[in-house]
């Protein structure tokens, strides 16, 4: 199994970035994704969950309106695009995948810098 996240680096505040999440080894159009995000000295926090058909959809309360999390089912590929990014985004972004018998794979992770 292997997810591997692409898309990070520096932005300054009210850029955007988009991330992707390139899955292989499990079922992806049945597992429910997610993107968790770990700043320097803060416990890792769910950023955004999609589940397999795309049909139900979760956001955390601070990126609401600036964050949009979508799959492409044919390329087992999840994505996160951020807008009006803001220093306190910055962190490092892992993706996460649960599969339908419950078992759990993340990614490496990506650094996402929002600066000016």
């Known amino acids: 199994v292997q997810l591997v996240e692409s898309g990070g680096g520096l932005v300054q505040p009210g850029g955007s970035l988009r991330l992707s999440c390139a899955t292989s080894g499990f079922t992806f159009r049945s597992s429910y994704m997610k993107w968790y995000r770990q700043a320097s000295g803060k416990e890792r926090e769910l950023v955004a969950g999609?589940?397999?058909?795309?049909?139900?959809?979760d956001y955390a309360d601070s990126v609401k309106g600036r964050f949009t999390i979508s799959r492409d089912n044919a390329k087992n590929t999840v994505y996160l695009q951020m807008n009006s990014l803001k220093p306190e985004d910055t962190a490092v972004y892992y993706c996460?995948?649960?599969?339908?018998?419950?078992?759990?794979?993340w990614g490496q992770g990506t650094q996402v810098t929002v600066s000016s």
């Open positions: 996460y995948a649960r599969s339908y018998l419950a078992y759990e794979w």
């Open positions: 999609i589940a397999g058909a795309g049909d139900s959809i």
